[in-house]
């Protein structure tokens, strides 16, 4: 008497012919040249370093800006006392504040155009820009 075959085994092998005629050589080709279209523009899109990003610290006595590639550890003061913000390694960060919540702190590293820390208590602003805008344009924020 024959065994009859594992389920799965068969079920596979099932759908394994059936897949085998519904792909054309061709067929393969355009899926992986799509593949490898879709996997360069996200590479190119999100691994390009942007050179000329700038970090933008504002607190009540006044506003910073520094190159995102820039070594430096800026005090601001605020009306709770002072709020210290770390631009290291294309990263920034806020290594301390007074406020009583610490949400400024606790969010870690920004690095990327667009992103932002604020310390509200303190009344502190980081935020990280992109050189490449052209500033006299108007955009959504100046209607």
């Known amino acids: 008497m024959k065994k009859p075959a594992f389920p799965l085994c068969a079920a596979f092998s099932a759908f394994s012919k059936n897949i085998a005629g519904l792909f054309k050589p061709l067929d393969v080709v355009v899926a992986l040249l799509s593949l490898g279209a879709v996997v360069f523009s996200g590479v190119a899109v999100y691994a390009t370093p942007h050179g000329n990003a700038q970090v933008s610290v504002r607190g009540q006595d006044g506003a910073w800006i520094f190159p995102l590639d820039a070594e430096e550890t800026v005090t601001v003061h605020g009306p709770l006392g002072n709020t210290v913000v770390a631009i290291h390694g294309r990263r920034v ?38 050189g490449e805008e052209n500033r006299d344009e108007l955009d959504a924020s100046a209607w």
């Open 93 to 130: 960060r806020v290594l301390s504040s007074p406020c009583g919540n610490q949400t400024c702190v606790a969010q870690g590293d920004i690095e990327a155009a667009g992103q932002w820390i604020a310390c509200l208590p303190n009344n502190v602003f980081t935020v990280i820009e992109s």
